[in-house]
């Protein structure tokens, strides 16, 4: 295996093993777990999915059927909405849960403050959803807050910026001088001019996906692993009416029929509109994140600066990660490491933090943001996302969520499926900001018990 692809998926190979996200069909050299679940205990399911089962039932008379592709942080926050309000679900997911942009990301929980000043409103989701993920995602999160620090005149300057950006999104900040914040964490860069607290925190990606998929299953939600969507089905009246996929683990292909389908496959939401021709201009918009193998600091470290690359260095568990660049490609499947780009991180990471200098870089991983957007580049598209009701294109049964962060997965899984039941005239309101999620452990627990 190539070096450089090696590092790409270092992120979810530490987890999950081999992974097989990118094996083509009928070239899956690993058998794992879940596949030989899903031959033996998925067989039953997976019948009662195929052609014509669910597409004559009427949901006036029994639960509507959701399937939702892609099971990231959307899709699974999506599929525990669903539940809750009384779908039938199931989640079709080409790799595991988590395989795509989720399992590889910073691990931030932003407070906004990365967002307050270029785009206002990403910045009140992320405070608004912060404070919700807190309460529900306890087990998921390290409530360790961050500092914003400023290291030169310029960085002083922003911080006129910073106050008033973070009033306006309603991010409680604290002014700290230079020996407060040195204070709180003695391996900042003695050269620090300023710094402000920040409600950050850091999540652990794949225990958040974990979290709201044990959630969904907990409430009736299959979950189809390693099942890639490769064909959307509609009507002769332009009306979708279920998917056609590819069995991974046996190569077989068959059909998924339900009420609604709803695409989060974040980065390859334009690829599955596609398939039936439907327009959603996202961009696979991929950064880079360096692991050092050494935790340096309690609290985020984020440069004052507006949005740029390597601004944020957070600690994960016994690590500390800096990232990120931004910047565009065709193919969200197809990421190259560019050298140049690990040794800017470095440089960034040293700037915020010396002491990453004497520490052994211990990797590095990359993925692709699903931005929104066609005539802006790279760091102008906005971090807040875009929930598409097809019907405006002709179809109906089919709605794209994507854009957005990790951070506000369980807002995008709101306005989807307050979409999803106006659409289908359904009356029943949201209330996963209300209550825990179950524990992520529990997700695999209930396949063992079968
Ligand atoms: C470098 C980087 C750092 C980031 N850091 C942070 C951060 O610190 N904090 C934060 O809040 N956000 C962060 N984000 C943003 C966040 O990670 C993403 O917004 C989020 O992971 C997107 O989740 P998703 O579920 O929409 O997409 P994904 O996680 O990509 O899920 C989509 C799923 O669809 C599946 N899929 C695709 N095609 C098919 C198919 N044909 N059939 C079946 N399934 C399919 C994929 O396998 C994938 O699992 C970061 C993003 C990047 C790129």
Known sequence: MPLVWRLVTGMVWMTYGKTGVRTKPGNLPWLRMSERNFIINGKRQLQEHLIGLRSKRSYMNSKP???????????????????????????????EISSGTSGRTHGLLHSGGRYCVTDVEAGIECIQENIILRKIAKQCIEYNGGLF???????LEYAVRFEKGAEECGIPIDKLTPAEAINLEPALNPKVLLAYTVP????????????????????????????????IIIDGQRRVVGIEVNGRANDRNYEFRGDVVINATGAWAGAIADLIGLPVPIVPT?????????????????????????????????????GTTSFE?????????????????????????PAVANTKQRGVYMSARPLIGEALKGRSLTRTFKCYDHAEDGVEGMVTITGGKATTCRAMAEKTVDLVCKKLGINEVCTTANQPLASYRTYYQEQVAK
């Open 149 to 155: 620090v400023a290291l030169s005149e310029e960085d």
């Open 286 to 322: 991929p950064g880079v994140m360096v692991a050092y193998d050494q935790r340096l600091t309690n609290r985020v470290i984020n440069r004052l600066v507006e949005p740029s690359d390597g601004d944020i260095l957070l600690p994960q568990r016994r690590m500390s990660v800096i």
């Open 200 to 231: 950050d925190g850091a999540f652990d990606p794949l225990r958040l996906a974990f979290a709201f998929a044990a959630s969904a299953k907990q409430l009736g939600a299959q979950f189809f692993t390693y099942t890639n969507v490769v064909n």
């Open 65 to 95: 059927h959701a399937i939702v592709i892609g099971a990231g942080f959307t899709g699974c926050a999506i599929a525990y909405d669903l539940a809750l309000r009384g779908f039938d679900v199931s989640v079709v997911e080409r790799g």
């Open 329 to 353: 490609v065709e193919d969200a499947d197809y990421i190259p490491v560019v050298e140049d780009q690990v040794a800017q991180m470095y440089k960034c990471a040293c700037e915020l933090v």
